[in-house]
């Protein structure tokens, strides 16, 4: 039977590709996105992700969950992703409509419709509307199967500060609600992400492959262009696809169960995912943190989906 799943965004283009994955996957059963302000503001999260569900030719709902943090004003990356998240290719304005019911709310409905330890949720962005659902809602808490989500960093460290990765940077109080829940979580942080790097190759492949194909090597470009300046590194890093990909092969990534908490408090290292990875602490482990990936399994993974849709 396939996984029900819920995706937890705030598009970007990585996120895209990571929605464009999940549909494209029989063994996934997508059933709703919920949108967060992030890499932009959520006026746009939400739109980027209706124009991803349309590229696809789908219609699962989208909902517009948080436009802020819990307790911080909101911290963008379009240095990152363009003035509107998904820039490099202009797509068409979404038809697809917005759904009425609150993003929070619809997790809430759907964990306690659902059968229990039945739906996985995965977060792509900050955790914002997963905290807040497990604030207003306690009890949907032990229904949730797993939680699979992009964010924190161990020996890479962090990309917004020289301490935190973004997502967990830009709400550290709903990452320590999330990271202390006491449901199983499986962390891609950059230390497996920043291995998921693009190469010409694999762009030339997508860029070959039709429509959505050349809008997927359009994003990746659009996003390249960051970190080849930032880490002189060739390609850029699908970073949230590896979430999708953990769900539908696990075998292609590597970790460890261990402890992480997250730092709320210091000035300096504001929403650094403290790993113990070498397990020098008694701290209980609450998370499978994943360090490494198997670039090129990933990658062919992404282009015969890719090629499906
Ligand atoms: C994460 O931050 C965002 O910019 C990306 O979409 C990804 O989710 C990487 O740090
Ligand atoms: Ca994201």
């Known amino acids: ?157 962090g990309n917004i500060t020289p301490a935190a990765e973004f997502n967990i940077y830009v709400d550290p109080e709903a990452a320590k609600i999330v990271f202390g829940c006491g449901r199983p979580i499986t962390v891609l942080p950059l230390d497996a992400t920043h291995k998921a790097l693009t190469s010409k190759d694999w762009i030339a492949t997508m860029r070959g492959m039709g429509r959505i194909g050349e809008v997927v090597a359009s994003w990746t470009d659009f996003f390249e262009r960051f970190d080849v300046a930032k880490y002189g590194s060739e390609g850029a890093p699908l970073h949230d696809p590896c979430v999708i990909a953990w769900l539908l092969r696990p075998e292609l990534f590597k970790g460890r169960e261990i402890n992480v908490e997250i730092e709320t408090s210091s000035e300096l290292t504001l929403g650094m995912t403290v790993a113990d990875w070498w397990g020098v602490t008694d701290r209980p482990a609450n998370a499978l943190f994943i360090g490494d990936v198997d670039r090129d399994g990933f990658f062919d993974l992404l282009t015969e989906r890719i090629g499906r849709l």
Request: aromatic fraction near 2%; charge should be negative; glycine fraction near 8%.
């Open 1 to 157: 039977m396939a996984q029900k799943i819920i995706i937890d965004t705030d598009p970007g283009q990585d996120d895209a590709v990571a929605i464009l994955l999940a549909l494209a996957s029989p063994e996934i059963d997508l059933l709703g996105i919920t949108a967060v302000a992030g890499n932009v503001p959520l006026d746009l999260t939400q739109r980027n992700a209706r124009q991803v569900v349309e590229l696809a030719g789908r219609d699962t709902p989208v909902f517009a969950g948080c436009d802020a943090p819990l307790a911080r004003p909101l911290v963008t990356a379009e240095h990152v992703h363009g003035k509107t998240g998904l820039d490099g290719i202009a797509l068409p304005e979404p038809t697809l409509p917005l759904q009425a019911q609150h993003g929070v709310d619809f997790i809430i409905e759907t964990l306690r419709r659902e059968a229990p330890d039945s739906v996985t949720l995965c977060p792509l962005g900050p955790l914002t509307n997963i905290a807040t659902a497990f604030q207003r809602a306690p009890d949907i808490v032990e229904r949730v199967r797993r939680i699979v989500l992009m964010g924190g960093g161990c020996f890479e460290g």
